[in-house]
């Protein structure tokens, strides 16, 4: 008898998830939809969602790219003016341009300076200076050592004028996990001796 | 022989189309990854980014369910992919930011390094899910 009355239960509670299965009309649609179609329904729900996001990290990561190549590309560094200080100092102003809209970091700026192709020493400034989405100028202040300040008096002593060259890198840091890249510098300055 | 214009051949040539342009955009977002390194901001796992072609063909055979299609759809991925793929990676020199000759060398060298890499993965793929699934 118990069992017969849990048969019974069984049937109606099958018969009411039937008619529910009946009254929900996207689960009729599936289910009228035929065998071989519902794995490319399947296929195509899942592919979609995994290139939708795929959409989302390419057109990202891409941004980044060009943003990324338009803060060291177009970053400058020129030399917008150089200034002799003293017997033995030498203030140098670069000009830095970041169009991008990141906010990077100029960890070093490290120059070679040279005055009518005479070497006058290896200057930098190791330095965390910030550089957001705009124009800065930063000045390195070059101290020349007494073995290369012979080259510089006699420059100016003889010379009329003094064509400068500086020549180095500047170390920029992206905000992408600490990256660093470093931006090259080539620049001519004329001075009267 | 059935006629290949009528609607539903047509709706099946659309669903296919789209399926295979999903499964490029998949792949190539692996490699772009892959070669931006930390600019991209998908997180950096090499073996996923060789096998994914991989995953592609297989995917690419069981909506197809038939092995010379999905042949030619395999290769039709790989081929969307690389395209895609330099596509990314020339998007500065297009937006005028770096040189044009310079990246136009390096977004067709990853393009065809990036096809000998996919196209026997993603063929792999395709047969293993040939071998598992038979039409």
Redesign the interface.
């Known amino acids: 008898m118990t069992d017969m009355n849990t048969e019974d239960t069984d049937t109606k509670t099958n018969t009411k998830t039937t008619d529910t299965i009946k009254q929900s009309p996207y689960l009729s649609t599936l289910k009228s939809t035929p065998p071989s179609l519902k794995p490319k329904i399947i296929l195509t729900v899942l592919v979609t969602l995994l290139a939708a996001a795929s959409f989302y990290t390419l057109y990202t990561s891409t941004s980044n790219y060009v943003e990324a190549a338009k803060a060291t590309h177009r970053l400058g560094g020129q030399l917008t003016s150089l200034e002799v200080a003293g017997e033995s100092t030498v203030l140098l102003t670069f000009h830095f341009n970041n169009t991008s809209s990141l906010d990077i970091v100029i960890q070093t700026i490290a120059v070679n300076v040279y005055a009518n192709g005479k070497f006058l020493g290896n200057f930098d400034r190791r330095e965390r200076i910030s550089l957001p989405p705009g124009e800065a100028d930063i000045t390195l202040t070059a101290e020349i050592h007494p073995v290369y300040m012979d080259n510089l008096t006699l420059e100016q002593t003889y010379s009329e004028i003094i064509l400068w060259f500086i020549t180095g890198g500047v170390v920029v840091e992206l905000p992408f996990e600490e990256m660093t890249v470093t931006v090259s510098i080539q620049e001519y300055w004329v001075t009267e001796g | 022989m059935p006629n290949p214009f009528t609607l539903k051949t047509f709706k099946t040539f659309v669903?296919e189309a789209v399926?295979i342009?999903?499964?490029s955009?998949?792949l190539?977002?692996?490699w772009?990854?892959f070669y931006?390194?930390?600019?991209?901001?998908?997180p950096l796992i090499v073996p996923l980014t060789y096998f994914m072609a991989s995953i592609c063909g297989f995917?690419a055979y069981?909506?197809i369910k038939s092995i010379r299609r999905a042949f030619y759809a395999t290769i039709l991925i790989c081929v969307l992919a690389c395209i895609?793929t330099a596509l990314?990676?020339f998007?500065?020199a297009y937006?005028g930011?770096?040189d044009m000759e310079v990246s136009i060398y390096i977004s067709l060298r990853v393009a065809i390094i990036m096809f000998i890499y996919v196209f026997p993965f993603g063929m792999g793929g395709c047969m293993v899910a040939a071998y598992l699934f038979p039409d």
């Open positions: 669903w399926y342009i999903f499964l955009i998949i190539a977002n692996y772009v990854g931006l390194g930390r600019i991209s901001i998908l995917l069981l909506f895609i990314s990676l998007m500065p937006l930011v770096v």
